[in-house]
């Protein structure tokens, strides 16, 4: 236990077991950003994969949603501490994208329109627990939440889920993104308070 | 380091507006902080309940002090413990000084504008605490947009460096009230008003732009379609969680 700020009682909302250690609840959808919010028409973006032997695996708006859509219930956690429960969004399983792709690298460094990066583990992006969503609360992702489409990896600190993604670079190693450069923890699981490096 | 939480001893407390106030932090073994970064604060309850929450740091010091200028939020949680009832002598726990990226090194050669929304003035004053205190002639532009004299921090020092500086210019806006005399009415923020008051396109300056989400979403908005480089704008969103205007 830490010192005691005595008169200090606060709000109890950390009784919710559904919040990792630290985190408060919010009603509202903070919006957090490095810099502007980048305009990315749905006819000019795809989603590319690269792999390790230079095979680039990319799909338009259109081949995007062809693939098969799914509904996500989850809950977020920003490493500013507000965490958001129970949100619902719409998109494709990083499974689906992966199908076709070959690789031996065990890491991948997700690249954004506006020049953002992430690095995140592959076993972390696959199994079910992430996707690439263009849908928040059954209405079109906003600009300034990432549209037209971003990553959702709600295991991980929300900084991982790149907004405006464009696509995700195969890596033999783990290679730190623009947070992670900037101080953030490499890796950033919220349960294990994997905030700072 | 950043990781580890860290007994400061609160050395100092002083109102900075009706709302706020600036708290003075000894922290042993602090070597200082680069102008932007924020640490976090933890405040523990004596049933073991405990909240974090980040904070920007005003100062730009090379020792074992900092200040932080708290502005208390309806409803807050944590916000109303510092700005009322902390005292000196108390000790906290602080994480940080954190982040390498809204910050400015007195190494930087560009010309910059900042920009404040309200208590977004926090990490922008330890930038020009900083670029003052060091030999750096850049030139240093503030635009200050704030509801009402009463919501300003650092009025006096503000004043007295816009009087005194060679290299910082202060422009301020009001939204709601203006100071008696002042030459312009009070209304929201316009891209007209703004692109008028700051330092211009070309050549690019580094922009710092701090305050709720909407303004700073809005702000911008508003330079990148006046020209200014997207890569040339920070921004660091403040107010709770939520930040409606």
């Known amino acids: 236990m830490g010192i005691i700020s005595s008169g200090f009682h606060g709000k109890r909302h950390s009784g919710n077991p559904a919040l990792p250690p630290g985190q408060y609840e919010t009603a509202s959808f903070p919006v957090l950003s490095a810099g502007p919010a980048p305009h990315i028409p749905q006819g000019d973006w795809e989603f590319f994969i690269t792999t390790e032997a230079g095979l680039r695996h990319a799909w338009s708006w259109e081949a995007f949603m062809d693939l098969p859509q799914v509904d996500i219930p989850t809950d977020i956690h920003c490493v500013t501490s507000w965490s958001k429960l129970g949100t619902t969004w719409r998109g494709v399983s990083m499974d689906t994208l992966f199908e076709d792709v070959e690789t031996s690298c065990g890491y991948t460094t997700a690249l954004s329109y506006g020049g953002y990066t992430t690095n995140i583990p592959l076993p972390d992006l696959l199994g079910g627990r992430s996707w690439v969503v263009w849908e928040f609360d059954g209405e079109p992702l906003e600009r300034a939440h990432g549209g037209p489409a971003r990553l959702l990896v709600p295991h991980l600190y929300f900084w991982k889920s790149a907004k405006w993604v464009n696509g995700l670079e195969l890596t033999p190693t783990d290679i730190p993104g623009f947070w992670e450069s900037n101080g953030y923890h490499l890796h950033g699981d919220p349960w294990r308070e994997e905030r700072y490096s | ?245």
């Not at chain 2, 523990?44 to 939020?73: F, K, N, P, Q």
């Not at chain 2, 000084?97 to 920009?115: A, E, K, M, S, Y």
């Not at chain 2, 330890?126 to 300003?152: C, D």
């Open chain 2, 1 to 245: 380091m950043t990781g580890l939480w860290r007994v400061a001893e609160v050395v100092s407390g002083v109102p900075e507006s009706e709302t706020s106030r600036t708290i003075g932090l000894r922290v042993d073994g602090l070597m200082g902080n680069l102008a932007g970064q924020h640490i976090d604060i933890r405040l523990t309850a004596d049933d073991g309940y405990s909240a974090v929450r980040s904070y920007s740091v005003a100062t730009a010091g090379t020792d074992e002090l900092l200040e932080i200028t708290v502005d208390e939020l309806p409803d807050g949680e944590v916000s109303p413990y510092l700005v009322r009832d902390v005292a000196i002598g108390d000790q906290l726990e602080i994480r940080g000084p954190v982040g390498g990226w809204f910050v400015w090194r007195p190494t930087d050669t560009n010309p910059v504008q900042l920009i404040a929304g309200g208590s977004g003035i926090v990490p922008l004053m330890s930038m020009i605490r900083a670029h003052e205190a060091s030999e750096n002639p850049s030139q240093f532009r503030l635009l200050y947009s704030l509801k009402s004299p009463k919501a300003g921090f650092y009025r006096e020092e503000l004043l007295t460096l816009s009087r005194e500086s060679p290299k910082l210019t202060v422009d301020y806006v009001y939204t709601r009230e203006a100071p008696p005399g002042w030459s312009a009415t009070p209304q929201r923020l316009t891209a007209e008003v703004l692109l008028a008051s700051i330092l211009p396109a070309d050549p690019a300056p580094d922009i710092f732009i701090c305050g709720q989400t909407v303004f700073v979403e809005t702000v911008a908005e508003w330079l990148v379609q006046a020209g200014y480089p997207a890569a040339s704008i920070k921004t660091e969103r403040f107010g709770g969680t939520g930040g409606t205007l």
